[in-house]
């Protein structure tokens, strides 16, 4: 059996594609009436409506129950969630060996990724991280999809990779786990900047050259965090990167979109059911950023439309009218 910590769409869909796969899953939320509708309508209608649920997922919401026999847990809930939730797991005394980390965002009170957070709470636990340009409704769908699986542990990895895999969803692995993590909380950042440029209706110029050289800026932040440049450039940067920014079922994106029409930030924040996993990690990438002397400009843009009122073409105008450099 397998536990999937986390009933949004993208927990969901894993449990799915599992489940296709023929384990039993035991599907997790923390509210208790969703997990009820569920289970009463054999479909999450709130975050993946239209997708039945194969029989083998069991959805419940007490947490004992979910991690009772698990052969490894699935963790896909919102980056701002994720420490309260395994503090009280380590407080009901329950155990978590395995983990593989599907979350792409960071733990904002201490800056650090969701493995880091992990190893920090549970030290001896094995983790992995599973990221990649996957929207949740296009897997569920069994639309052609590719990810990575990151883990220092190689069996691990490996076991993941045979587990998850299908003939619409190709698993490659790594062992660059913070230069994966990494790519899949940042590219959240430049998918707002893209949406921004969708709402301020600027055309394929601008998005060509705000997503070149946002690639370049995960590239220096990752590497900053001991990660590899090249990292980067494959399935969870750059691969990601270009899902987030396009797809108009990205939630980061139309976040963006919607900013730079009028929308409040603080206000569409609260108003959305989805997680914006970028309009909270922009605060610790960019803490981090001015800490380590990393350039960040497009980050920093960002953080300023979100946080301090800066008009989306100001912050635009600023961007271009920055010192010539070499490329």
Known sequence: MICVLGDGAWGTTLAIVLARKGFDVRLWGAFKEHIEEIVSYRENRAYLPGIELPDRIRPVSDISVALDGAEFVVLAIPSRFVKDILLNIRHKGLNISRMCIAVKGMDLEER?????????????IIL???????????????????????SQDSDF????????????????????????????SLKNIMAIAAGICDGLSFGTNTKAALLTRGIKEMSRFIVARGG?????????????????????????RSFGEDVARGGEPKRLLQESKKAIEGAHTVSAVKEIADELGIDMPITRQVYGVIFESKPPILAVKELMLRPLKQE
């Open 157 to 184: 990895a490996l076991s993941l990779q045979e587990v998850f895999y299908s003939d619409y969803l190709r698993i490659y692995h790594s062992d660059d786990v913070i230069g994966v993590e990494l790519g899949g």
């Open 128 to 150: 992995a991280v599973l990221s990649g340009p996957a929207i949740a409704r296009e897997v569920a769908l069994q639309q052609p999809t590719a990810l990575v699986c990151a």
């Open 228 to 252: 590899r440049e090249a990292t980067a450039y494959g399935i969870s940067g750059l691969g990601d990167l270009m899902t987030t920014a396009f797809s108009p079922l990205s939630r980061n």
């Open 112 to 124: 650090k990724t969701m493995s880091e957070l992990c190893a920090e709470i549970f030290p001896n």
